[in-house]
């Protein structure tokens, strides 16, 4: 037979166990750009800038102006579990933060060759810049100790990832070119430029060789979320847009918004843009639920464009069912996307007999 000579159980070295975990969260240049995004508005971020060389994977940059890190703080950014964010597991019933376990940063620093961060706080009159590698802090230059470095900086956090992957080839192998990486990192940017830009808070995305910025959204508390959208998905589109006015009879305190396209959208493509709780996430179910609502009114080969920000009970919804935190389930999930379903059909129809009624005056 094939099977293997019997060996003796041994316990795997912390590199390996680290690298190994890292790679499950972070599976390509986009996961890692999400989390970056997220870490800048936990900070209170208001406009969030980002550059991009070879999709992410020479280098990937995101520089904000949060609240920075705290020199003290520094030594600790990129080890597993470490974070500011969750004190006690009783906490992770009402995190209000998209961070919570302390693995993103440390992740990064693991699967990538090299990670610089400059950051900093309010109340500090410099910066300080720190170099990391497998979780804990490595010289800036050769030969220096590895203490972060006092430097020149604006308030905030500009932390650079380079050559992403270089330690894990399967993972490297299995990535798409760098413009189809590059296109999965704008996609991510877009949906945070269209929640957050109708919150005040800027984005900007390009590649690092270009000089043409890619997405461009102001950091301007009078940007709507149609602005936003209009600015990132394009006007065509936004005009198109039925706003879905916010539930106010949930049976289950959930709490609706957003934009959907009327029938007369038609793209090749489906754009779906899904919040809950302020997060960008997947639930399957209600993307095929909302997909098939639209199969039913859109002529074959049509496709709709769908954002929506959706509020459910923090202790009712499971974002930790996935490593990346990408899906989630929520209690009361069939009901739910059932009500969503209805509210969405309702608006449809009332846009329909708007329009018909506006032709025949
Ligand atoms: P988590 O977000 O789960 O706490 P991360 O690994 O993403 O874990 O980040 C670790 C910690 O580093 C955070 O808790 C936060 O204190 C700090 N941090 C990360 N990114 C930023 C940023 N852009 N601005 C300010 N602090 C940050
Ligand atoms: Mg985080």
Redesign the pocket.
Known sequence: TNATPQRAIVRLPEDVVNRIAAGEIIHRPANALK??I???L??G?KMIRIQLRDGGLKMLQ?Q?D????AYN?LP???QRF?????RTFSDLQNMT???????????ISYVSANMNVV?RTKDSEIAYKASYANGTLVPVKPGQSSDPKPCAGSQ??F?TAEDLFFNVPQRKRALKSASDEYAMALDVVSKYAVHYGGRGVGFSCKKAASAMVDLSVPSSSSTTTLDAIGVVYGSKVSKELIELQQFNNSAYGTQLRGYISSPNWNARRSVFLLFINNRLVDSPALRRAVLALYANILPKGYHPWVYLDLHIEESNVDVNVHPTKREVHFLHEEDIIEEICTKMQDALTMANNTRTFAMTQ
């Open positions: 989390e970056m997220e870490n800048s936990d900070a971020a995101v904000d949060g609240n920075g890190v703080d600790l950014l990129c470490a974070t500011s964010k969750l933060t998209f961070g919570f376990r302390g693995e993103a940063l440390a992740s950051s905030g956090t932390i």
